[in-house]
């Protein structure tokens, strides 16, 4: 008797791209962990089919201070201890390490958007990330999943957090000849919060690598931010009044800013993500809480749309 078919789930998984080193931990392990928590599965994928790995900074702090260079004295930590992942993003990165799907990623290359319910793309900011964002590749898929639509003319939920909506911004479409994020509302890493990092990392913590927390630097006559994730994202959008960052007048506006403080799992505060339609986006490891339970019920309701049971 010949052998059946395997039979196709119920539920497919949510996609989560990942570069080959660099990206930032919490916006990676704890978005798996709680979309898993929510019943989801989450396969990952690389451009060679090798895991990828963390920018080790974020997760042990260590070279993020401003004796990080000298050998004897590089694993004292202070600074480093309040730039690096919190205790919910170091012990689900801890975990994720532990999961098959995260060990046997799949290529870009492979990636069909019909084997997927949903697309989530992280961020990172130090220089490994740069390979991920400028995957052209990569960069067809992430407009697949924006154009492939359902019967109602929906296409499938993607979230973007950080760099994470940089790639989506990079992302033309060949129909329109523009990002896919042009005449959507978005936020991102706000030119704020990058800019506060590098001033910190490039004066005091991390001096002799100046260009640390810029991914992309400006070229002499530039000027400053140009090629932050924030002007760089405005600048495919249908104008910049989509770009949507905490508006002054906002409940817990200072909370929510200030790049200190963090949403956590009983507290979103802090957090500012933006919603369109079946878009989400995020700013940086600080919104992920929110972001990814909010990203996880907007996959169910997807899902029940579709009569998935």
């Known amino acids: 008797m010949s052998a059946l078919p395997a039979a196709t789930p119920a539920v497919l998984p ?3 791209p990942l570069p080959l080193r660099d990206f930032d931990p919490t916006e990676v392990a704890l978005s798996w962990q709680i979309l898993r928590a929510a019943g989801h599965a989450v396969e990952f994928a690389t451009a060679d089919g090798r895991r990828g790995h963390a920018d080790p900074m974020m997760i042990s702090g260590i070279g993020l201070d401003p004796w990080g260079w000298v ?3 590089r694993r004292l930590r202070c600074i480093g201890l309040l730039l690096r992942a919190d205790r919910h993003g170091r012990a689900a990165y801890a975990a994720l390490e532990r999961d098959p ?6 290529r870009f290359a492979e990636l069909d958007v019909a084997a997927y319910s949903a697309l989530l793309l992280p961020g990172g900011h130090a220089k490994g990330m740069r390979p991920y964002l400028e995957d052209g590749l990569l960069q067809r898929v992430v407009v697949s999943f924006f154009e492939t639509l359902d019967g109602q003319g929906r296409h499938k939920p993607v979230a973007a957090v950080c760099h994470g909506v940089l ?3 990079r992302s ?4 329109t000849g523009k990002s896919v994020l042009y005449g959507r509302k978005t936020t991102a890493l706000t030119w704020k919060l990058e800019r506060s990092a590098w001033d910190l990392t490039r004066f005091l913590a991390r001096f002799w690598d100046s260009g640390y927390y810029r991914t992309y630097g400006e070229a002499a006559g530039e000027p400053v931010g140009y090629w932050s994730v924030e002007q760089e994202v405005k600048r495919a959008l249908a104008s910049d009044g989509d770009f949507a960052d905490v508006p002054a007048g906002e409940k817990d506006f200072l909370r929510k800013t200030s790049g200190v403080v963090r949403d956590t799992p009983g507290d979103g505060r802090a957090a500012w993500v933006v919603e369109d339609g079946r878009y989400l986006s995020a700013r940086w490891p600080g919104d992920v809480h929110t972001f ?4 996880a019920g ?7 749309g579709c009569g998935v049971p």
């Open 14 to 16: 949510i996609l989560m």
């Open 71 to 73: 050998p004897g004295l």
């Open 101 to 106: 799907a995260f060990l046997n990623p799949r």
């Open 167 to 169: 790639l989506a911004a």
């Open 172 to 175: 033309i479409s060949a129909r």
């Open 292 to 295: 990814a339970k909010r990203f």
């Open 298 to 304: 907007m996959v169910s309701a997807s899902a029940e």
